[in-house]
């Protein structure tokens, strides 16, 4: 079954860019049918949807974050990467990788991975 | 795009049944059957417990059982489990391509 494994630093400065990537196993991403997705939820509060790619590279984004975001995807190794530019403490969040098929569910999700904005 | 509107808690005696609403707008919830929820434990990555409105997944229990009437959907779970405590959230596609989350409810089962 398809499985999905967030990788990154741990710590980010503010103002700085925050990287993130997605490695798929388990598929293949270039198979089409599916959008690939992050979303983040900082400590004690809840889910937010950052916005999603299709292989192809067509991608969509959260209004709120869409001018600091970009998602991107490499077929050749398999996997999806996010950037959110001039961090601040508001975006200290465990950020989750999720693949999403065509009737916009989330499943499977990676386990998540924290990130903290600081100096 | 405003987050789905969830109650912040909601709590039930084992065995007994709850339903947790989700109100959105006719822009999402209602112009669609693309509603999702997800049961998250703490420290634990979101799982899938119900998709487009009412399906269940393999291996969700057939305690949990999603509806949707004009502009909010609901998640109902009979026979509470100790078990089904965590927190759960809401999803639904809109009219702009995107996806939007509910706030979260927090179930308690007492």
């Known amino acids: 079954q398809v499985q999905l494994q967030e990788s990154g630093p741990g710590l980010v400065k503010p103002s700085q860019t925050l990287s993130l990537t997605c490695a798929v196993s388990?598929?293949?991403?270039?198979?089409?049918?599916?959008?690939w997705s992050w979303i983040r939820q900082p400590p004690g509060k809840g889910l937010e949807w950052i916005g999603y790619i299709y292989y192809s590279g067509s991608s969509y984004y959260n209004p709120s974050l869409k001018s600091r975001v970009t998602i991107s995807v490499d077929t050749s190794k398999n996997q999806f990467s996010l950037k959110l530019s001039s961090v601040t403490a508001a975006d200290t969040a465990v950020y989750y990788c999720?693949?999403?098929?065509?009737?916009?569910?989330?499943?499977?999700w990676g386990q998540g991975t924290l990130v903290t904005v600081s100096s | 795009q405003s987050a789905l509107t969830q109650p912040a808690s909601v709590s039930g005696s084992p065995g007994q049944s709850i339903t947790i609403s989700c109100t959105g707008t006719?822009?999402?919830?209602?112009?669609?059957?693309?509603v999702s929820w997800y049961q998250q434990h703490p420290g634990k990555a979101p799982k899938l417990m119900i998709y487009e409105v009412s399906n269940r997944p393999s291996g969700v229990s057939n305690r949990f059982s999603g509806s949707k009437s004009g502009n909010t959907a609901s998640l109902t779970i009979s026979g509470l489990q100790a078990e089904d405590e965590a927190d759960y959230y809401c999803?639904?596609?809109?009219?702009?391509?995107?996806?939007?989350f509910g706030g979260g409810t927090k179930l308690t089962v007492l």
């Open positions: 999720a693949r999403v098929p065509p009737t916009r569910w989330f499943d499977p």
């Open positions: 999803s639904s596609y809109t009219s702009s391509s995107t996806l939007v």
């Open positions: 006719s822009s999402d919830i209602g112009g669609y059957n693309y």
């Open positions: 388990g598929g293949s991403i270039s198979s089409g049918g599916y959008y």
